[in-house]
C-alpha cells in the first residue's frame, strides 16, 4: 500500500526532517511495530483481528492454530496493555472442581436472573456449557491459577452466583489472562501490527475491502487487506470519563466502526456501573473484595445493605449494590462530596494474610490511589461504570457473525445478549474467552470459503480520504472553536448526571439535546499538533467523535427503554416492564440520524412472561398413611428456580393439605427436607425441578422418603433409632485440658485440618438412604453418618479418648462396610463417609495390634501379597475369618453382584510398593502373634 503524506504537512515537517518526498512517497517507518509485508502492503490476511485484549488474542489463537489460517492482530496499544489485564475477579466455569455440587444448569439460570431476564436464553446455554471447557484449556496454556490443596485450581464464589465457580490469579484474573495467551500468540507466529489507530472498516459497497488505520509512530496511513475482520476493541467506559473504572484506550472505536457499515448497536442504554469504584478517581475495587468478606459502611457507621439485599447483603447483584450506595449518597448518608462522594468499603475484619494472599491488588490501589491501608482503614468508593452489556449485535453466536458478511464480533464490544440487562461477576473474562474462540473459527471458516473479495483500489481511496482529514482537522487554528479536552468533559457531566445510574425522561431529553449540540461543536474543534509522529492529539479528537456517537446511542437507547431493568434504572418507569419491554433496543445511525428499533428477547426454557418454564412437572409421590401405602400423582407448573421443596409445597398449598414432609432452613443447612428423588438422596430445599428434569430426560419425578428408615407419615421418616446409634460411639470430645474461661484449647492449623472436613456433617440422612449395606438389613453396622462423627472425634487433637471412639465402632461393625462409596456419592456437603470409614479402618487396625487383635487379618493379607503380588479380597475373606463366617457372607456377596455394587472375584492390582508392604504386614503379623 502506498503511504504518503500531504503536501501541506510536508512543508510543514520537512526542513526538521531534511527529506524530499516525491509523489507517493511517505515518512520513514520508526520501528518494527507494523511487519513489513503490512508496510509494502504485500499481504491479504484471512483474518484480521481488531484489538489485542482477551477476545482479540482467543479468537487469533483459534483462527491460527487450530483452522491454520493467516492471522493478524491489529491494536492501538501494545499487545498487553489492553482493559482485560484490569480484570480482576475471576473466570466463570462449570468445572466442579471445588464444587461438585455445581451444575450447567445452575450457571444458566444464574445468568439469566442476574441479568434480568433480557439474556437470550439460547445464547446463555452455549456459553455456559463451554466455559469451564475454556478454564481447563487456559490451564494448559498455562495460566497461573490460585490452587487448593489437592493441586487443583480454586474458584470462588462472586455476586449473584449460587456456587463458587470463579477460577482466578488472586485478584489480577485478566492479567494473568492476556500475558498467557500473548504467550501463545507468539509462540503460534500470530502477527501483531502494533501502535496503530484504527479507522474505518473498508466496505466497497457490501464487500469487505479490509481495515483502514494510522501508523501512531510515523503518522502514514495504511491499509490492510483481509478476508475476514474480527471487531474485538473492548468497552466505551470512558463516555464517563473519571467516573469509569474502563482504561483511556475503552473509547468505543470498534462499534463506531461496525454502526458506520450497518450493524446496529444493542442494548446500548444496558451500562453496569461497578459499586466498588475508588471515589477519588474510578479505579476499581474487585468484586473479589466482597467475595472474601469485605463490608459497606456509610457515613454514620452502618453496614447498610441489609436494607437493600437482606439475604445477599454485599454479595447482591453489581447493579443491586450500585443503586443501594447510591441512594445512601443522595439521600446525605454518604461522606465526600459532589462526583467524588461515596461510602466506604471495610476489610479490617478480615485477616491481614488473607488480603495479602487473595486482595494483594485491591491492597496496593487502595494504597496507591486513595492512601489508605486497608487492612487499618476503610477506603472511600462509590459506583463506577465498569461494563457495557450492550455493544454490536451478534448475528450468529455459534460463529461470531454480525449483520455484515465476513465482519465478526467478541468481546465487550459485541453483544451476544448472554449478560442482559446486567453481568454477573467473572461471567466476562469467560465471555471472551468461549466468544473469542467461537468467532475465531466463525471467521477461519468462512476464510477458507470465500476468496478476498475486496477491492484493493478502495482501500487506497480510502487511506486518501483519511490523510485529507487529518490535513483538515490539524491545521485549524485556535479560533475554530472549542478544544477536544472542553467537548469531552462537557459530554462526561452530560453522560454522568443525567444519564447515570438513575435516569429519568426529562434528564435525558436534555441529554439528547446537549450532546447533538456537543456533535455540532466538534466538527470544529481545535486539535492543535500537525505533527505526524506519535501524534495524540489527533488520536483523541477520532476518539472524542466516538465517544460522542457512542454517548448519543446509550441516550437514545435509554430513552426508548420506558422501564427499570438490571443497570438501567428509571425513577420515573421504576418497574421492569416485560410486556413492552422483554426485547433488545437496536441503534442504527446513518448519513447523521439515530433510528431505532427492537428485536425479542430469546426465550428457551425459562420464561418469565408467563412466570414459569412452560412446562409442568409429575411429581409421583409415596404416600404413607396409619400402615396404608400408595402412590399419588400431583401436576405441578415449573416456575424459574422452583426447587423439590417448592414443588412439595406447592402440592400441600394448592392442591393436597394432607401431604406431610419435613423442612425448616431452606437453606441446604439444617438436613431436615432430605427425601429421594428418582432414587437418589437429595436435600429438596436445594436441588432445582428443572435440572431434574433435565439430568433424567422427563417430566416425571417420583419422590419418596428416604430409604432405610422407618417411616411415620408420607416422607416423613423416623430417626429416633439412628439417634441411638450415635449414641454408641459416645458422640462428644473429652477435652484434654480442663475448662478454663480465660483461655481456650490450643491446636495447630495442620491439626485443624485433619478433621475439620468431618465437622461439616447435617445429619440429613442422606447417606444412610444409600447405603447396601442397611440395605441388607444389617443390624450390627453403624450408620455412615456415625462413622463420619467417630472419625471427627478420633481425628480431632484435644479428644483424650479417641479409643473409646475405636473401640465403639470396632465393635459395631466397621469392618463389615464393603465400601460400596455410595455414601459418599449421595453426600450434599461432599464430606466423604466411605473416606472416614477408610481412616477409621487404619486407625482401628493400629489400634487392635496394640491390643494384640487383628493377627489372623495381618497373616492373611501378608499370605496374599507374598503369593502374587496381588491382594485377592475373594481369597481374603476365607483366610481372615474361616470358611463359616465368609459362608454367611455369601449371600449378601452375590446380591450386591447383581445389583453392580460389587465384582465378583474382584483382585487389586500388584502394588509398586510390594516389597515395603511386605515388610510392614510382616513386622504387624510378629507383633500381632507375639
Known amino acids: 500500500m502506498p503511504k504518503t503524506i500531504s503536501r501541506r504537512s510536508f512543508l510543514k515537517g520537512a526542513a ?18 507494523i511487519p513489513e509485508k503490512v508496510q509494502k502492503g504485500e499481504v491479504t490476511y484471512d483474518v484480521l483481528v481488531i484489538g489485542s485484549g482477551g477476545a482479540g488474542m482467543r479468537a487469533a489463537l483459534a483462527a491460527a492454530v487450530d483452522n491454520k489460517c493467516k492471522v493478524a492482530v491489529m491494536t492501538k496499544l501494545m499487545p498487553t496493555r489492553s482493559a482485560s489485564t484490569m480484570a480482576q475477579g475471576g473466570m466463570n466455569g462449570v468445572t466442579k472442581v471445588s464444587d461438585p455440587e455445581d451444575s450447567i444448569e445452575s450457571h444458566i439460570f444464574d445468568t439469566i436472573k442476574g441479568g434480568d431476564y433480557l439474556c437470550d436464553q439460547d445464547a446463555v446455554a452455549y456459553f455456559a456449557e463451554r466455559a469451564g471447557q475454556n478454564i481447563f484449556e487456559m490451564d494448559f496454556m498455562g495460566y497461573p491459577y490460585n490452587r487448593q490443596k489437592d493441586g487443583a485450581f480454586h474458584q470462588r464464589k462472586m455476586g449473584g452466583s449460587s456456587h463458587p465457580r470463579a477460577s482466578y490469579f488472586e485478584d489480577r484474573a485478566g492479567h494473568a489472562m492476556i500475558h498467557t495467551l500473548f504467550e501463545q500468540c507468539l509462540k503460534h507466529d500470530i502477527d501483531f501490527i502494533s501502535e496503530c489507530q484504527m479507522l474505518e472498516i473498508s466496505m466497497d459497497k457490501e464487500k469487505l475491502c479490509g481495515v483502514i488505520a494510522m501508523d501512531m509512530r510515523s503518522g502514514n496511513l495504511i491499509g490492510v487487506a483481509a478476508k475476514t475482520v474480527i471487531i474485538a476493541t473492548g468497552g466505551y467506559g470512558r463516555v464517563y470519563w473519571i467516573r469509569t473504572s474502563n482504561p483511556y484506550s475503552s473509547t468505543g472505536d470498534g462499534i463506531v466502526a461496525g454502526m458506520n457499515i450497518g450493524i446496529p448497536f444493542k442494548d446500548p442504554e444496558m451500562v453496569q456501573f461497578h459499586p466498588t469504584g475508588l471515589s ?95 487492612t487499618k482503614e476503610m477506603v472511600p468508593i462509590s459506583p463506577t461504570c465498569h461494563y457495557s452489556m450492550g455493544g454490536l449485535e451478534m448475528a450468529d453466536f455459534h460463529t461470531g457473525t454480525s449483520r455484515v458478511p465476513g465482519v465478526f464480533v467478541a468481546g465487550e464490544c459485541s453483544c451476544v445478549s448472554i449478560h442482559g440487562a446486567n453481568r454477573l461477576g467473572a461471567n466476562s473474562l469467560s465471555e ?59 459530554m462526561v457531566n452530560t453522560m454522568w448526571y443525567k444519564a447515570g445510574v438513575f435516569r429519568d425522561e426529562t434528564h435525558l431529553r436534555e441529554a439528547e439535546r446537549e450532546l447533538a449540540s456537543l456533535e455540532k461543536e466538534y466538527e470544529h474543534c481545535y486539535v492543535g499538533d500537525p505533527s505526524f509522529i506519535y501524534n495524540t492529539a489527533f488520536a483523541q479528537y477520532i476518539e472524542l467523535g466516538n465517544l460522542l456517537q457512542i454517548a ?23 418497574r421492569r416492564d416485560d410486556k413492552n419491554f422483554l426485547k433488545h433496543t437496536l441503534i442504527f445511525k446513518k448519513d447523521g440520524a439515530y433510528r431505532t428499533e427492537y428485536k425479542d428477547v430469546v426465550i428457551t426454557n425459562m420464561s418469565r412472561r408467563k412466570g414459569s418454564i ?32 417448592d414443588a412439595l409445597t406447592a402440592v400441600k398449598e394448592k ?39 433435565k439430568r433424567y430426560d422427563t417430566n416425571t419425578l417420583t419422590i419418596k422418603p428416604l430409604g432405610n428408615f422407618r417411616v411415620i407419615r408420607d416422607l416423613i421418616v423416623d430417626w429416633d433409632p439412628k439417634y441411638a446409634t450415635l449414641k454408641k460411639i459416645k458422640p462428644s470430645l473429652e477435652p484434654k485440658t ?193
Open 738 to 930: 480442663e475448662f478454663s474461661a480465660e483461655k481456650g484449647c490450643k491446636q495447630s492449623p495442620e491439626d485443624f485440618n485433619r478433621f475439620k472436613k468431618f465437622a461439616g456433617c447435617i445429619l440429613c440422612g442422606s447417606c444412610v438412604s444409600e447405603c447396601n449395606k442397611n440395605t441388607l438389613n444389617s443390624e450390627d453396622f453403624l450408620d455412615p453418618f456415625v462413622f463420619v462423627k467417630a472419625e471427627r472425634l478420633v481425628a480431632d487433637s484435644r479428644n483424650r479418648t479417641p479409643e473409646e471412639h475405636l473401640k465403639a465402632v470396632q465393635e459395631a461393625g466397621l469392618w463389615r462396610c464393603f465400601n460400596c462409596q455410595e455414601c459418599t456419592a449421595k453426600c450434599p456437603k461432599g464430606l466423604d463417609p466411605a473416606g472416614a470409614i477408610e481412616k477409621l479402618k487404619e486407625a482401628t487396625f493400629r489400634f487392635g495390634l496394640k491390643q494384640g487383635v487383628g493377627g489372623n487379618h495381618a497373616k492373611a493379607i501378608y499370605d496374599d501379597i507374598s503369593d502374587s503380588g496381588m491382594l485377592d479380597e475373594s481369597k481374603l475373606n476365607i483366610k481372615s475369618e474361616g470358611i463359616f463366617n465368609a459362608a454367611l457372607r455369601f449371600p449378601m456377596a452375590v446380591r450386591l453382584m447383581k445389583t453392580g455394587k460389587m465384582n465378583p472375584l474382584e483382585s487389586h492390582p500388584v502394588n509398586p510398593e510390594i516389597k515395603t508392604i511386605q515388610a510392614i504386614v510382616k513386622k504387624a503379623e510378629k507383633e500381632a502373634l507375639s
Open 280 to 374: 477519588a478517581n474510578g479505579v476499581l475495587l474487585s468484586e473479589s473484595s466482597r467475595a472474601e468478606g469485605a463490608y459497606l459502611i456509610n457515613g454514620p457507621g452502618e453496614r447498610f445493605m441489609g436494607k437493600y439485599a437482606p439475604e445477599k447483603k454485599e454479595l447482591a447483584t453489581r447493579d443491586i449494590v450500585a443503586r443501594a450506595i447510591a441512594t445512601e449518597i443522595e439521600e446525605g448518608r454518604g461522606v465526600g462530596q459532589g462526583i467524588h462522594a461515596g461510602v466506604y468499603l471495610d476489610f479490617r475484619h478480615i485477616p491481614a494474610e488473607r488480603i495479602h494472599e487473595r486482595l494483594g491488588q485491591v491492597r496496593d490501589l487502595s494504597r496507591r490511589f486513595a492512601g489508605v491501608d486497608i
Open 432 to 490: 471472551v474467552l468461549v466468544f473469542g474462540h467461537t468467532a475465531g473459527d466463525g471467521a477461519a471458516a468462512y476464510s477458507k470459503e470465500h476468496g478476498y473479495e475486496g477491492n484493493r483500489d478502495k482501500l487506497k481511496e480510502d487511506c486518501e480520504k483519511w490523510r485529507l482529514k487529518f490535513n483538515v482537522v490539524t491545521a485549524r487554528d485556535r479560533s475554530a472553536g472549542k478544544t477536544v479536552p472542553e467537548i469531552r468533559d462537557a
Open 655 to 693: 392442591q393436597d393439605p394432607t401431604l406431610s414432609f419435613t423442612c425448616s432452613c431452606r437453606s441446604s443447612i439444617c438436613g431436615a427436607c432430605a427425601v429421594r428423588v428418582n432414587d437418589n438422596a437429595e436435600l429438596s430445599c436445594e436441588v432445582l425441578v428443572e435440572s431434574l428434569l
Open 614 to 645: 412452560e412446562m409442568d412437572a409429575i411429581l409421583k409421590i409415596h404416600r404413607f398413611v396409619a400402615g396404608d401405602s400408595w402412590v399419588q400423582e400431583y401436576k405441578v407448573p415449573v416456575t424459574v428456580g422452583m426447587t423439590v421443596l
Open 552 to 574: 448519543h446511542s446509550i441516550v437514545q437507547g435509554a430513552i426508548a427503554r420506558k422501564e427499570s431493568r438490571g443497570g438501567h434504572s428509571r425513577r420515573d418507569y421504576p
Open 16 to 33: 526538521a526532517v531534511g527529506i524530499a518526498l516525491t509523489a507517493g512517497g511517505c515518512l520513514p517507518w520508526n520501528g518494527n511495530n
